[in-house]
């Protein structure tokens, strides 16, 4: 048999062994902590109240929020609102029209109830641009009705459009969408089509 077959694993058991001398078993490290002493020379310090590591983070955080933050863990701030109340509206009353076959923003709220899960239409200016959130581009549209809440729409899509244009959207309504973090919506239209105007 040739040398050469056996050359690979002769060097990773040499690698295996040399490794090895300089770590402590576990009973040498709690031999160690006993006494207070290093374990082995070369080997890492003995853990004390001083040096040790903070415990390691839940197996399933998912899990522990849904059961409740937890313990020590400070409340995620809510999604910041478009306008404190009171704020004047980005787009004047009256000013842009209703789309063929659409609703207005006002009445979609109003109606969010009834249109959930529905394909539905709206014309209106985009007031705020967010790019490339959970792959899609999220625009909050305005068309001058609503009051402080119901005045502005928020609507994800794989559309391209800035802040002033005006845009006339489809998509699936969905309500009381909860994205965690703070982000709740009570009405969004998601992966809607966007025809800039």
């Not at 003995?46 to 998912?62: I, Y």
């Not at 239409?121 to 641009?129: D, E, L, Q, Y």
């Not at 009705?145 to 006339?168: E, F, I, R, Y």
Request: charged fraction near 20%; proline fraction near 9%.
């Amino acid at each position: 048999m040739s040398y050469r077959i056996l050359l690979p694993f002769i060097a990773i058991a040499m690698l295996a062994v040399s490794c090895d001398a300089g770590v402590a078993s576990k009973e040498e490290v709690a031999q160690a902590q006993k006494s207070g002493a290093p374990a082995k020379s070369g080997s890492a310090p003995v853990p004390s109240e001083g040096n040790t590591l903070p415990p390691p983070p839940p197996a399933n955080p998912a899990a522990d929020w849904a059961a409740g933050a937890p313990k020590g863990t400070p409340e995620p701030l809510p999604h910041p609102p478009m306008g404190a109340p009171g704020d004047a509206p980005a787009v004047k009353a009256g000013s842009i029209k209703v789309a063929a076959g659409g609703v207005t923003i006002k009445d979609l709220f109003e109606r969010r109830a009834a249109l959930a899960g529905k394909t539905v239409k709206v014309r209106g200016k985009v007031v705020k641009v967010t790019e490339g959130v959970m792959g899609a581009n999220w625009y909050h549209l305005q068309d001058g009705t609503g009051a402080a809440g119901t005045n502005d729409l928020t609507v994800t899509s794989d559309g391209n459009a800035k802040v002033g244009d005006l845009v006339v959207i489809s998509g699936t309504l969905a309500t009381d969408k909860d994205f965690g973090m703070g982000y709740r919506y009570e009405a969004i239209v998601e992966k809607a089509t966007l025809t800039a105007e």
